[in-house]
């Protein structure tokens, strides 16, 4: 690695001060420290590519909401733990327009990011029937997931669907629903890491076979309207995001205002639950928490417990952007189509400089660019690859954090500004100068 534009010997100075037992294999928070130590040490800056954290401004017409909040004084009032009024009606306006789906206000439930509504819904599931004691996640996926479940103590199930696109994954779905151990399936669509989206034929399959086992399917729509080869943006016209809520009545969505309207650090999201499965008793579930319906146990027991509900001036920033986004006056796929621009602009550095794209295709067709893509390099395990680009400059998280069984590497494009693309050239360059066989 002489070539690297980097100090080695800093980069592992940094690496043990940190104690990374093996920083192949490092997490996205060790790969976030490790690269702010090395920064601070020197002028150097990284291609950050380890994060998902939104590159763009807040949507304004959040902000100025949140503010006219705050000055009436909502910040000394407790809010409602399943939301506030406003709130819940544009949510499921928004649900009608964008999904073509009908749902009650009343499961529209806001929470304290997805991630907050992710664990509530995880807690729940994992004791709606005493014999389903496991989630199944369709990976990869969203690693803070799997570590929501090892802090839940809940046990899950997993499997990449890299080989199993298509008709080939009701087979595979099938073989593992069968052992009737399985309370709900959990994907995100897009997908984080892979920005695979999966199409109406899969969607179909999966909520049959939720009806067929009596699952609930927790589809996460982190990036809701993403996938930029369709034009999702139009509020009350098709074509509409893709989801499973078309095929099954047990499902939970997850609607989260970070992406699409970077808002991320306001940590708000929307839990919406369908009606069917919002009105449903589990005796089993009853008896854990000593509640009542699904959706009762969800807002009045544990997100009672969690937080006592979602920021109050916060929820009034997500009532007026959806209120925007459903009157047409703000498109909040616009807001983010940036995302695929450099995308595409990346992929093609690194197919460039010797480099493959892993996920790289929904069944037949080329996937989308956008918030994410995976890549790999000839001959190097997705561990030994964020290990060397890291000496070169350029940060990212393995493919095995995710639950993926290809060897690679999850590139978030987030953070890389225009700007930067010349250095990122030039690096991969030394990089594939260096390693090339
Ligand atoms: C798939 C997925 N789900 C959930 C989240 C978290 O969303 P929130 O910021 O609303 O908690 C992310 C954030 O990166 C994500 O990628």
Redesign the pocket.
Same mark, same amino acid.
């Given at each position: 690695m002489n070539n690297s534009p980097l100090d080695k010997s800093l980069v592992e100075k940094k690496i043990q001060e940190l104690r990374i037992p093996d920083v192949g294999k490092a997490s996205i928070r060790e790969i976030v420290a490790l690269v702010n130590a090395v920064e601070e040490a020197t002028d150097f800056k990284y291609i950050r590519m380890e994060m998902?954290v939104p590159g763009l401004p807040p949507a304004k017409v959040g902000v100025e909401a949140e503010k006219e909040a705050l000055d009436k004084g909502v910040a000394a009032v407790y809010p409602m733990v399943d939301g506030i009024k406003p709130l819940k009606a544009e949510a499921s306006k928004f649900i009608k327009n964008f999904l073509n789906i009908d749902l009650s206000a009343a499961g529209c439930i806001p929470t304290t990011?997805?991630?907050?509504g992710?664990y509530a819904a995880f807690m729940a599931a994992g004791h709606v029937d005493k014999k389903k004691d496991t989630l199944l996640f369709i990976d990869p996926? @969203?690693p803070v997931?799997k570590q929501q479940m090892m802090v839940l103590g809940l046990k899950y199930d997993t499997f990449d669907v890299f080989n199993f696109r298509g008709e080939k994954l009701r087979a595979k779905l099938e073989s593992i629903l069968s052992g009737g151990n399985i309370n709900s399936i959990v994907y995100?669509n897009p997908n984080?890491p892979s920005w695979i989206c999966f199409n109406d034929e899969e969607l179909k399959i999966i909520g049959e076979l939720a009806n067929k086992y009596d699952v609930i399917v927790m589809e996460?729509l982190?990036?809701f309207g993403m996938d930029f080869r369709t034009d999702f943006s139009k509020p009350g016209e098709a074509p509409y995001q893709p989801s499973v809520a078309n095929y099954t009545d047990n499902y939970v969505l @997850?609607i989260?205002?970070?992406?699409i309207f970077s808002y991320?650090g306001q940590?708000i999201?929307i839990m919406a639950i369908s009606d069917k499965l919002f009105q449903r008793d589990y005796p089993d579930l009853q008896e854990r928490f000593k509640g009542t319906t699904f959706g009762a146990t969800i807002t009045l027991r544990l997100l009672y417990s969690l937080s006592s509900g979602t920021s109050h001036s916060a929820q009034y920033a997500l009532a007026g952007m959806l209120k925007a986004v459903n009157e047409g006056s703000y498109n909040f796929v616009e807001g983010v189509k940036d995302y695929g621009e450099r995308a595409k602009k990346m992929k093609a550095l690194f197919l460039k400089n010797g480099f493959d794209i892993v996920y790289k295709k929904d069944l037949d067709v080329p996937i989308a660019d956008g918030f994410y893509f995976t890549i790999g390099y000839p001959g190097m395990t997705g561990n030994e690859l964020v290990a060397n680009l890291l000496f070169y400059g350029v940060s990212a998280i393995a493919l095995d954090n995710t639950g993926s069984d290809e060897e690679g590497i999850r590139a978030c494009v987030s953070f890389v500004q225009h700007n930067q693309f010349a250095a990122l050239d030039e690096r991969l360059r030394l990089f594939h100068e260096n390693f090339r066989k």
């Open positions: 998902g990011g997805s991630m907050q992710t996926g @969203f997931q995100s984080n996460d982190a990036y @997850f989260s205002s970070s992406k991320a940590r999201g």
